[in-house]
């Protein structure tokens, strides 16, 4: 199950009180104060981890609360600090303050770290506070409390490709042919109903990271459909593969198809529809449908690529045009007339 979207509260350690205590040994007949310090409480971190894909870990728990540092004692001991929380969130993950809404911090990158409340400070023991002039003190300073937050975290995913298209524009096909995914496949639409990753290879030394995202419909930028909840999740993608079912089962017009989707994600992000993209027909298998393409590329102004995943055609010249647009060694679509 995928999750993009949490509510948490989160809690840092209280700081130990430091302790009042006089020295009473036979062998020290003067004594004096040896109460030690607290402890501090433990802080609570995130950290980016490649590990995880999804914040459903997070899902069934709200509160957070790292440890509290112990007391001081006698003897001049101080009382053991609590151990940092270490919270492990998925790369990509937004951390945003739940009550003012802004963005605390984008986690990007393998182990980036966040510390988001820090634990409160152990309160010193009376030793720390005998001079010359008051040798003997019998107060302590209490431990001060760790900070505490509401927070939203969100997350959009890190892909080099995604795949954007109306409801069975055969995305979920093509991500499964091209690699280990397993996304559902059906012939109705929305059978995607999360985000889903794979990795294809190109070569020994060459992948791209695809997600193939839940099918748009017109409006989704608007919030109808499933779609427009994983809108941002292309926020990251550095190309676009546009999906247009061309075959003879389409349940739009090729154009229509591309039209509807281009303006959905103009209306969503005028930058992301700068985005490079590339325009794909898919279901490329007869006749008739390769004559769809011909004239959804006359009417787009740019090239279309022709795939069939069922019939495995096509499919390694995309995936080596996506990734050269994605390390700048291909052309731009989106640069192109539309």
Same mark, same amino acid.
């Given at each position: 199950?995928?999750?993009? =979207?949490?509510?948490?509260?989160?809690?840092?350690?209280?700081?130990?009180?430091?302790?009042?205590?006089?020295? +009473?040994?036979?062998?020290v007949p003067l004594g004096g104060p040896d109460g030690g310090d607290g402890g501090h409480g433990?802080?609570?971190?995130?950290?980016?981890?490649?590990?995880?894909?999804?914040?459903?870990?997070?899902?069934?728990?709200?509160?957070?609360?790292?440890? $509290?540092?112990?007391?001081?004692?006698?003897?001049?001991?101080?009382?053991?600090?609590?151990?940092?929380?270490?919270?492990?969130?998925?790369?990509?993950?937004?951390?945003?303050?739940?009550?003012?809404?802004?963005?605390?911090?984008?986690?990007?990158?393998? !182990?980036?770290?966040?510390?988001?409340?820090?634990?409160?400070?152990?309160?010193?023991?009376?030793?720390?506070?005998?001079?010359?002039?008051?040798?003997?003190?019998?107060?302590?300073?209490?431990?001060?409390?760790?900070?505490?937050?509401?927070? +939203?975290?969100?997350?959009?995913?890190?892909?080099?490709?995604?795949?954007? !298209?109306?409801?069975?524009a055969g995305k979920s096909t093509f991500l499964a042919s091209v690699t280990a995914a397993t996304?559902?496949?059906?012939?109705?639409?929305?059978?995607?109903?999360?985000?889903?990753?794979?990795?294809? +290879?190109?070569?020994?030394?060459?992948?791209?990271?695809?997600?193939?995202?839940?099918?748009?419909? =017109?409006?989704?930028?608007?919030?109808?459909?499933?779609?427009?909840?994983?809108?941002?999740?292309? =926020?990251?993608?550095?190309?676009?593969?546009?999906?247009?079912?061309?075959?003879?089962?389409?349940?739009? $017009?090729?154009?229509?198809?591309?039209?509807?989707?281009?303006?959905?994600?103009?209306?969503?992000?005028?930058?992301?529809?700068?985005?490079?993209?590339?325009?794909?027909?898919?279901?490329?298998?007869?006749?008739?449908?390769?004559? +769809?393409? $011909?004239?959804?590329?006359?009417?787009?102004?740019?090239?279309?690529?022709?795939?069939?995943?069922?019939?495995?055609?096509?499919?390694?010249?995309?995936?080596? !045009?996506?990734?050269?647009?994605?390390?700048?060694?291909?052309e731009v679509a989106s640069k192109l007339p539309v």
């Amino acid at each position: 199950m995928f999750k993009d =979207e949490v509510e948490i509260e989160v809690r840092a350690g209280r700081g130990g009180n430091g302790a009042v205590s006089m020295r +009473r040994e036979k062998s020290v007949p003067l004594g004096g104060p040896d109460g030690g310090d607290g402890g501090h409480g433990g802080s609570v971190i995130f950290v980016a981890s490649s590990q995880l894909n999804s914040l459903l870990p997070l899902a069934g728990h709200y509160h957070y609360s790292a440890p $509290d540092g112990r007391p001081g004692e006698g003897q001049l001991c101080s009382g053991r600090s609590g151990e940092d929380l270490v919270i492990e969130v998925p790369i990509g993950t937004q951390v945003f303050d739940k009550k003012w809404g802004n963005l605390l911090r984008d986690l990007s990158r393998e !182990g980036m770290r966040l510390q988001i409340a820090r634990g409160g400070r152990g309160g010193q023991g009376n030793a720390r506070f005998a001079t010359a002039v008051r040798q003997t003190p019998r107060f302590a300073q209490n431990g001060t409390s760790g900070e505490t937050r509401a927070l +939203r975290l969100e997350l959009k995913l890190f892909a080099e490709a995604g795949l954007v !298209g109306l409801p069975n524009a055969g995305k979920s096909t093509f991500l499964a042919s091209v690699t280990a995914a397993t996304p559902k496949i059906a012939d109705y639409p929305f059978t995607t109903l999360s985000p889903q990753v794979g990795i294809a +290879r190109l070569a020994e030394n060459d992948t791209l990271v695809l997600a193939d995202l839940p099918g748009l419909i =017109e409006g989704a930028a608007e919030g109808h459909g499933l779609g427009h909840r994983f809108l941002r999740h292309v =926020e990251r993608c550095r190309v676009l593969l546009h999906l247009v079912d061309v075959s003879d089962d389409a349940l739009e $017009d090729p154009d229509t198809s591309r039209r509807v989707i281009e303006g959905e994600l103009e209306r969503y992000s005028a930058e992301l529809a700068q985005r490079p993209r590339l325009l794909v027909a898919t279901k490329c298998e007869t006749p008739e449908a390769h004559e +769809r393409a $011909d004239a959804l590329e006359r009417s787009a102004g740019r090239k279309v690529w022709r795939i069939s995943a069922v019939q495995r055609r096509g499919l390694p010249e995309l995936l080596r !045009g996506a990734w050269n647009v994605v390390h700048g060694a291909g052309e731009v679509a989106s640069k192109l007339p539309v």
